[in-house]
């Protein structure tokens, strides 16, 4: 961690400057500035950037008025020369820029063309001097995005502040910066650009995510009304004996988890306690605590296994570990950590599902059951490392203590999962390992809101006087319903806006398709429907469609079905669910 304050960093931007002055001297020169500037974003915007509010001019995220900077004598980077140059390095590396609409908007703005850049202001004296005079006798410090880009390049440098070292050799070639869609520009166009001019290599990739808003209005500590306190609402979550580190998991969680990193999300206290109680508390803390308890009172050791040859029937078990080893490293890969989780609670689940099946309390009661007890605990034991490991880079607490308490020590405690993990021999199991996550009961949501809550973030609307209330017509019969679910119960499912990509129909099945539907996931998932008799295959191409998108996969017709897609209808389709605007493959459906 590195400040911009910080020595090293102060001499690393000089050695920045320097570089570009050696490389190519003709991209830095003495001219004079004026436009519209926004101290919030610490940027300068043209009018058609902006809002109109009257005689005022405001800034587009803050909502506040920007200033005019007259004429200011600045040093320039000549950023028009480097409009080719980037076009070039994002076509030839086309993983760049992510996602891919971010990409694209970046590829348009370099097509229109670039301005040179003021990356010196002489009205203030706080920053970074820049490192050579100018001849009007004028002090300049550095502007800020010179200065606060080089802070990811700074922190792997050697104390002296030259450009270069060990650690840069070793990092630099694998750094991907995860900035906010707001800077995007910043950091995909002028970044870039200095370390072309300075003949410094660039980092490997560059991804935006979307911002959290409350109503629709991005989440502001300047706003009060979406201001929420990430902080006090992580020690708000510790409501367990492992306190405030179990919280900040928690929080993590719900964040990568809701909704696609790259994408907008709306927060609501409603969706955390529904994830938390739901996915935390109920699925993985309920399989921690179940099995390890069992392991604790049982004198069987996971490590007395029964040779595997005589265990085929829990080799599908094995398998699921396995493929979510695998599927939730290519979603870390791809930058996607809410499909990762996605991948791991399948292995959450089918863990769950395992102790439901074996019942190890029924085995534990017949002594002749004894290897097969030691089998059933060797793999939920190896199952609960596996998840450890795998949560581990967004549920750090979590991932640690899930090792060690099925005795993983040493290296181990840090090496990536592998499906020879299941396999190994067991350490010691904890004899005493804490809840993780207990569920949040009404008494302990409302506690939680009465702490964090800022005016009416919880209702959802803006305070108001209460209005006169006046008789309301009576309301019509409402339709029989099914028996009532809970909140938990429904925030299991995973519904998510597709695009059917591909339809075709199921041979000799007359009410079947088969689809191909983009969730924003890595490929395709493979769905039958029985809608055939409402849709042509030809009118579901193209078309949004709302996909429950985490049910187990079967087979229907031999083809394996990865999904649902709602439609109305009771005895025959009417007709698909859908939305009323435009979204986002894998967007949130609640």
Same mark, same amino acid.
């Given at each position: 961690? %590195?400040?911009?304050?910080?020595?090293?960093?102060?001499?690393?931007?000089?050695?920045?400057?320097?570089?570009?002055?050696?490389?190519?001297?003709?991209?830095?020169?003495?001219?004079?500035?004026?436009?519209?500037?926004?101290?919030?974003?610490?940027?300068?915007?043209?009018?058609?950037?902006?809002?109109?509010?009257?005689?005022?001019?405001?800034?587009?995220?803050?909502?506040?008025?920007?200033?005019?900077?007259?004429?200011?004598?600045?040093?320039?980077?000549?950023?028009?020369?480097?409009?080719?140059?980037? #076009?070039?390095?994002?076509?030839?590396?086309?993983?760049?820029?992510?996602?891919?609409?971010?990409?694209?908007?970046?590829?348009?703005?370099?097509?229109?063309?670039?301005?040179?850049?003021?990356?010196?202001?002489?009205?203030?004296?706080?920053?970074?001097?820049?490192?050579?005079?100018?001849?009007?006798?004028?002090?300049?410090?550095?502007?800020?995005?010179?200065?606060?880009?080089?802070?990811?390049?700074?922190?792997?440098?050697? *104390?002296?502040?030259?450009?270069?070292?060990?650690?840069?050799?070793?990092?630099? *070639?694998?750094?991907?910066?995860? %900035?906010?869609?707001?800077?995007?520009?910043?950091?995909?166009?002028?970044?870039?650009?200095?370390?072309?001019?300075?003949?410094?290599?660039?980092?490997?990739?560059?991804?935006?995510?979307?911002?959290?808003?409350?109503?629709?209005?991005?989440?502001?500590?300047?706003?009060?009304?979406?201001?929420?306190?990430?902080?006090?609402?992580?020690?708000? #979550?510790?409501?367990?004996?492992?306190?405030?580190?179990?919280?900040?998991?928690?929080?993590?969680?719900?964040?990568?988890?809701?909704?696609?990193?790259?994408?907008?999300?709306?927060?609501?206290?409603?969706?955390?306690?529904?994830?938390?109680?739901?996915?935390?508390?109920?699925?993985?803390?309920? #399989?921690?605590?179940?099995?390890?308890?069992?392991?604790?009172?049982?004198?069987?050791?996971?490590?007395?296994?029964?040779?595997?040859?005589?265990?085929?029937?829990?080799?599908?078990?094995?398998?699921?570990?396995?493929?979510?080893?695998?599927?939730?490293?290519?979603?870390?890969?791809?930058?996607?950590?809410?499909?990762?989780?996605?991948?791991?609670?399948?292995?959450?689940?089918?863990?769950?599902?395992?102790?439901?099946?074996?019942?190890?309390?029924?085995?534990?009661?017949?002594?002749?059951?004894?290897?097969?007890?030691?089998?059933?605990?060797?793999?939920?034991?190896?199952? %609960?490392?596996?998840?450890?490991?795998?949560?581990?880079?967004?549920?750090?607490?979590?991932?640690?203590?899930?090792?060690?308490?099925?005795?993983?020590?040493?290296?181990?405690?840090?090496?990536?999962?592998?499906?020879?993990?299941?396999?190994?021999?067991?350490?010691?199991?904890?004899?005493?390992?804490?809840?993780?996550?207990?569920?949040?009961?009404?008494?302990?949501?409302?506690?939680?809101?009465?702490?964090?809550?800022?005016?009416?973030?919880?209702?959802?609307?803006?305070?108001?006087?209460?209005?006169?209330?006046?008789?309301?017509?009576?309301?019509?019969? *409402?339709?029989?319903?099914?028996?009532?679910?809970?909140?938990?119960?429904?925030?299991?499912?995973?519904?998510?806006?597709?695009?059917?990509?591909?339809?075709?129909?199921?041979?000799?099945?007359?009410?079947?398709?088969?689809?191909?539907?983009?969730?924003?996931?890595?490929?395709?998932?493979?769905?039958?429907?029985?809608?055939?008799?409402?849709?042509?295959?030809?009118?579901?191409?193209?078309?949004?469609?709302?996909?429950?998108?985490?049910?187990?996969?079967?087979? #229907?017709?031999?083809?394996?079905?990865?999904?649902?897609?709602?439609?109305?209808?009771?005895?025959?389709?009417?007709?698909?669910?859908?939305?009323?605007?435009?979204?986002?493959?894998?967007?949130?459906?609640?």
């Amino acid at each position: 961690f %590195i400040r911009t304050t910080d020595p090293k960093h102060k001499k690393v931007v000089a050695d920045l400057w320097r570089h570009i002055r050696k490389h190519n001297p003709d991209d830095l020169y003495l001219a004079s500035y004026q436009g519209w500037y926004c101290v919030g974003c610490e940027a300068f915007y043209t009018e058609s950037q902006l809002v109109k509010d009257g005689s005022d001019w405001l800034c587009a995220v803050h909502k506040k008025p920007v200033e005019w900077i007259d004429k200011e004598r600045s040093w320039f980077f000549r950023l028009s020369k480097y409009a080719e140059p980037l #076009l070039r390095h994002i076509e030839q590396n086309p993983d760049f820029i992510r996602p891919d609409a971010y990409r694209n908007e970046i590829v348009s703005f370099l097509k229109s063309g670039l301005k040179d850049l003021s990356v010196s202001r002489t009205s203030f004296a706080w920053g970074i001097p820049v490192p050579e005079e100018d001849k009007e006798g004028l002090h300049h410090v550095i502007y800020v995005w010179m200065d606060a880009l080089t802070n990811y390049l700074s922190d792997l440098c050697p *104390p002296d502040g030259t450009i270069g070292g060990p650690d840069v050799e070793k990092y630099w *070639p694998h750094a991907i910066h995860v %900035i906010g869609k707001d800077i995007l520009r910043f950091h995909t166009v002028y970044w870039p650009a200095f370390l072309m001019a300075a003949n410094l290599p660039l980092p490997k990739g560059i991804f935006a995510h979307g911002w959290w808003t409350v109503r629709g209005e991005k989440i502001s500590k300047s706003m009060p009304a979406t201001r929420i306190d990430p902080v006090k609402l992580a020690d708000a #979550l510790a409501v367990g004996p492992l306190g405030r580190p179990i919280g900040i998991d928690a929080m993590r969680y719900y964040l990568l988890r809701e909704v696609p990193l790259g994408l907008d999300g709306d927060f609501t206290f409603e969706s955390l306690f529904g994830r938390f109680n739901a996915e935390l508390a109920n699925d993985l803390g309920n #399989l921690v605590n179940r099995s390890l308890t069992l392991m604790a009172k049982s004198s069987l050791h996971p490590a007395h296994a029964m040779p595997l040859a005589e265990v085929d029937k829990h080799a599908s078990f094995v398998k699921v570990a396995a493929d979510a080893i695998d599927n939730a490293t290519a979603e870390y890969t791809a930058m996607a950590p809410s499909r990762a989780l996605e991948a791991i609670w399948k292995l959450v689940r089918e863990a769950n599902r395992y102790v439901d099946s074996n019942q190890p309390w029924a085995l534990a009661k017949d002594p002749s059951k004894s290897a097969e007890l030691a089998h059933v605990f060797h793999n939920l034991a190896s199952a %609960i490392g596996v998840i450890g490991g795998l949560v581990s880079p967004i549920l750090p607490t979590t991932g640690r203590l899930l090792r060690e308490w099925v005795g993983i020590t040493g290296a181990d405690l840090d090496a990536w999962p592998k499906a020879s993990d299941m396999l190994r021999v067991v350490g010691n199991v904890s004899k005493d390992p804490k809840p993780l996550f207990p569920r949040l009961d009404d008494a302990a949501q409302n506690k939680i809101l009465q702490q964090i809550v800022p005016g009416d973030v919880a209702t959802g609307a803006p305070a108001a006087a209460p209005a006169e209330k006046k008789a309301a017509p009576a309301p019509a019969a *409402p339709a029989a319903a099914s028996s009532t679910i809970t909140y938990d119960d429904f925030a299991k499912l995973e519904l998510r806006v597709g695009k059917v990509i591909e339809a075709v129909a199921v041979p000799k099945k007359d009410k079947l398709l088969h689809l191909q539907v983009d969730l924003g996931e890595a490929k395709p998932r493979s769905i039958v429907a029985g809608i055939a008799t409402a849709y042509k295959p030809e009118q579901l191409v193209g078309k949004q469609v709302i996909v429950v998108a985490n049910l187990a996969p079967r087979k #229907l017709a031999g083809l394996v079905s990865e999904g649902m897609i709602l439609a109305a209808g009771d005895e025959e389709i009417l007709g698909l669910s859908a939305i009323d605007r435009d979204a986002p493959p894998g967007t949130r459906v609640r």
